[in-house]
């Protein structure tokens, strides 16, 4: 069974933040939110607004499109 699109951005965040070398509480002290929240993006409970995604991304140095799926051509 594929995954839905919420799940495989689930997954790539996920993977994006644990390959990232950072603790999720110094993640999440960077871009403002608190560590359960980071365990709740990593479970998919819960979804990053654009604006946490943005500094997210920044701060672990990795691509939103990586994260939202979307392919490069």
Known sequence: MELSLDEKITANLKNEIEN??????DIA???????????????????????TLS?????IDCSADDILNI???
Do not use: D
């Open 71 to 73: 392919p490069k051509h």
């Open 20 to 25: 990232s070398g950072k603790r999720k509480s």
């Open 29 to 51: 002290k960077a871009i403002g939110v608190t560590k359960p929240t980071i365990s709740q993006y990593c479970s998919g409970r819960a979804q990053p607004t654009l604006a």
């Open 55 to 59: 500094r997210l991304c920044n701060y």
